[in-house]
């Protein structure tokens, strides 16, 4: 078929060059945007006087009937269409005649395209705020359930000091409430209309660029005409958050998977969250994790490919930035999945109190209250930082814990010892009195509680 912009060329592209041209089957998922949009523009041409109050009404009846008829399935895209702003300017001026052929007045696919993918983007960044807030508040729940479970904190993957479960999950749960912060960030920034910028330059028609971008929602207009059909930073912004995204979700994940190990088994997975082996009975495998720990690399891999896209182009529109959309559509499809699967396995996880506590239990995880409890008594704490480690290399070699060593051993260490450093250095003890904001405590974890909530 010949193509609507045939003249300068016959316009019969072969179909090899055609296909690979063609962008409809991914560009397709702009169809409301694309029509929203062109129906403001309608609105405008008529507003201006640059085609009559009837032609603008007809036009935007004619686009209502292929909304509505693509959303009641009598409508199906045409594969053969070059892209979805050519497939709905098709049907309509099949539809209306001559006064269809109106409508791409003063514009063009260079600020279309990016009109539709700006306003694409922003509903699609308002569903994923949605998704991480119902994920926060399944993390909060988690929380409020093991806030006071002990399991040892860990650095360098050693044990470190005796945290809460609920602490460490609503560290999780700051991390998401950024990720909230960064997509509604870069959304504010995107957020501004290119419609009315043309091709590159502007045009000769006395247009009210205003009026459009505030029919559809924008909070002002690119104020240059060639950075409004060029600028893809807002895809890469957005791209970059979600990789963030994705990168809390992945070391969560890691963490589940290590959890679920015979060497941890703090947690236990839910029957519908995990998988079976084909050879091994007894294997209950942590697959979701692993597959968002996975796809992170795929969104990452999503950002880079943009990036590199763009980074040579001259100005302004080059058919390279097609590319922009299977990026970014397959990053946000992927987010979204994993979104979902996370929060289904997050709510049905279940903490192994027993087992975070014996191990919070042998690993001297409460070396650091020892020293704490000699510098209450009036040492600096440096000495004590060195009595407690001699007591620990001590303990190593006599193969004991210190809440067994006797209290004569401890007192040839230091004089300062008394009978209530048992209770001082207890696992409870130490996760009691980190009181400090943001701390282990209990207390501490039911503010943090109460603020994610509030934000969310
Ligand atoms: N399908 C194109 C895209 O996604 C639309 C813009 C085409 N503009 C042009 N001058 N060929 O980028």
Request: proline share 2%.
């Amino acid at each position: 078929m010949a193509k609507m912009w045939a003249g300068r060329t016959a316009g019969n592209v072969d179909k090899i060059a055609d296909d690979f041209n063609s962008s409809i089957h991914f560009d397709c998922k702009m169809y409301r945007q694309d029509i929203k949009g062109s129906m403001a523009h309608a609105a405008m041409l008529a507003a201006k006087n640059i085609i009559t109050k009837e032609e603008a009404d007809t036009l935007i009846d004619g686009l209502d009937g292929i909304l509505s008829d693509i959303e009641n399935g009598k409508l199906d895209f045409d594969m053969d269409a070059e892209d979805i702003h050519m497939f709905v300017e098709q049907v309509l001026t099949e539809r209306l005649g001559d006064v269809g052929k109106k409508l791409h007045t003063a514009r063009s696919r260079n600020d279309q395209v990016a009109l539709d993918i700006r306003m694409y983007l922003r509903d699609e960044a308002e569903d994923m705020i949605r998704m991480l807030k119902k994920l926060i508040s399944s993390i909060t729940d988690k929380a409020e359930e093991y806030k006071a479970t002990i399991m040892p904190g860990y650095t360098h993957l050693q044990r470190a000091q005796p945290i809460t479960f609920g602490h460490h999950l609503m560290a999780y749960a700051m991390m998401l409430l950024r990720d909230i912060d960064r997509i509604s960030d870069c959304k504010a920034r995107m957020n501004f209309s290119p419609i009315g910028c043309c091709a590159l330059a502007g045009t000769t028609y006395d247009t009210d660029r205003r009026f459009e971008a505030e029919k559809l929602g924008f909070d002002g207009i690119c104020l240059n005409s060639l950075d409004g059909v060029s600028d893809r930073d807002f895809c890469l912004e957005l791209l970059s958050s979600l990789s963030i995204l994705m990168m809390h979700l992945s070391r969560f994940s890691e963490e589940i998977i290590l959890w679920s190990s015979w060497e941890f088994k703090f947690v236990e997975l839910s029957d519908s969250y995990t998988t079976g082996s084909s050879i091994m009975p007894q294997k209950k495998n942590p697959d979701m994790a692993e597959l968002v720990r996975g796809k992170t690399g795929r969104v990452y891999g999503d950002l880079m490919a943009l990036l590199t896209t763009l980074k040579g182009l001259p100005l302004a529109y080059n058919k390279d930035m097609q590319e922009d959309k299977e990026s970014i559509f397959d990053a946000l499809e992927t987010v979204k999945m994993c979104l979902q699967v996370f929060d289904g396995m997050i709510s049905t996880m279940k903490a192994i109190p027993e087992n975070m506590k014996k191990a919070a239990q042998g690993g001297f995880i409460n070396a650091t209250d020892l020293a704490d409890y000699l510098v209450k008594k009036g040492l600096p704490f440096r000495s004590a930082y060195k009595i407690s480690g001699s007591i620990v290399a001590h303990c190593i070699a006599e193969k004991t814990v210190l809440e067994e060593l006797p209290l004569e051993v401890y007192k040839s260490f230091s004089e300062l010892f008394e009978a209530d450093l048992y209770d001082e250095i207890s696992l409870e003890t130490c996760v009691r009195k980190r009181i400090s904001e943001g701390g282990t405590s209990v207390e501490s974890v039911e503010a943090q509680i109460k603020f994610v909530k509030e934000k969310i």
